[in-house]
């Protein structure tokens, strides 16, 4: 198999895991007799282990190849999700959340580290469309097997039979996913690449990206029902951001290469910033959201891809810093977001969302602009 399909199925493979944990408490919750505060604890390990993974990721390429992380990773992943179809006592769920993190986080790592140095700007929006079709496919799936009776440890046992298949592939594939040379350490510690100001920055346009993103995607039927939506449109509002966030990035790889990444960004930003204004109206929130998912498409793909030519030979472990600092993102600023709405009202998000958009724009205006 194409090493580029592959990277394909796996993002897909990446990506349906991750609204397992959100999508099955209500059944989970229930099983264990524990109240949804409870789910944070999950998402707190989930969280905690993906980002310990990111900040790892440089040195275990180094060490054990891109290859030989994947392979690890998926196993790991797959681990994790037979562990959770088990239906373990509860403080081992939690430590499971950690594994499914960690073996999360390095594949992000790894695949977009090489993705980046072998693929162009069009295969990065791909291959992230590619996670939004996981991400669908996966609460998907889980829906279809509660609906035919199956416990939730079904959604779990479905998720971890296709990451098991994965995880063979990159077994059979790990050592083409190598270069000839074996790659080199670093010249440079994590903690001197952290002092790089574009390291910096692109960490930044990371963490407000992902946050912008989770925050809009999460909080769209609160935000419409709030508006006097019914519960289904709410729902249907937030498939809709997910599902326009997905194809737009599939459009983006056909024209991303012909504008030029760098441009395309800048010319996204301020459409994305009126897209944002327009949602804190309350005047055409589909739409509003609709073009905020398609111009927020290409910020995470296309950032990465122009990793290795604005930081050469520290480009690795900058990836590895990203993909931690875009997870903390996810953890952070959706649930400030959340206090927000609780003591102003569910229209404090657009707010936020607006905000930053701002903050967003104006980090992207400030990367530097190479061939």
């Known amino acids: ?25 209500p059944e989970v919750g229930k099983s264990y007799g524990l109240p949804n505060a409870a789910l944070g604890l999950v998402l707190a390990g989930l969280s905690g282990g993906y980002i310990l993974a990111g900040l790892l990721a440089g040195r275990l390429i180094f060490t054990l190849g891109i290859g030989g992380v994947l392979a690890a990773s998926v196993a790991a992943t797959a681990l994790a999700a037979f562990g959770h179809a088990l239906a373990p006592p509860f403080p081992l769920f939690v430590l499971l959340a950690v594994l499914a993190g960690l073996g999360g986080g390095a594949v992000d790592a790894a695949l977009n580290t090489y993705s980046a140095t072998h ?25 279809a097997l509660l609906a035919a009776g199956a416990g939730w440890q079904a959604g779990y ?46 960490m930044a346009v990371f963490f407000v990206y992902t946050g912008l993103e989770a925050g809009a995607g999460q909080w769209a039927a609160t935000v419409l029902s709030g508006r006097g939506a019914s519960a289904a449109e709410g729902a249907w509002a937030a498939t809709l951001f997910w599902a326009g966030l997905t194809l737009a990035r599939i459009a983006m790889g056909f024209v991303v290469d012909r ?26 929130d589909l739409v509003a959201l609709a073009l905020l998912a398609a111009l927020l498409a290409p910020v995470y793909p296309t950032v990465m891809a122009r990793t290795p ?24 600023l959706p649930g400030l977001m959340g206090i927000a709405a609780d003591f102003y009202g569910p229209d404090a998000v657009p707010v936020m969302l607006l905000l930053l958009g701002l903050l967003l724009t104006w980090f992207v205006w400030r990367l530097p602009v190479t061939r």
Do not use: K
């Open 1 to 25: 198999m194409p090493l580029l399909a592959l990277a394909f199925l796996a993002f897909v493979g990446l990506g349906l895991p991750d609204p397992l944990p959100g999508t099955l408490w």
């Open 119 to 143: 693929f162009s700007s069009r295969h990065l929006n791909w291959l992230h469309a590619c996670w939004g079709i996981g991400a669908t496919l996966g609460p998907a799936a889980a829906a």
């Open 157 to 202: 046992a479905g998720a971890a039979i296709v990451l098991t298949g994965l995880a063979a592939a990159f077994i059979a594939t790990r050592r083409r996913w190598d270069d000839a040379a074996p790659p080199e350490p670093p010249r440079t510690s994590a903690v001197a690449a952290l002092r790089h100001p574009v390291v910096r920055l692109q």
């Open 259 to 284: 504008i030029g990444p760098d441009r395309l960004l800048r010319l996204a930003m301020p459409a994305m910033v009126m897209a944002a204004a327009l949602y804190t109206t309350g005047w055409a």
């Open 309 to 332: 030519a604005r930081l050469g030979p520290i480009a690795v472990q900058a990836i590895g810093f990203q993909v931690a600092s875009a997870m903390a993102g996810v953890a952070v």
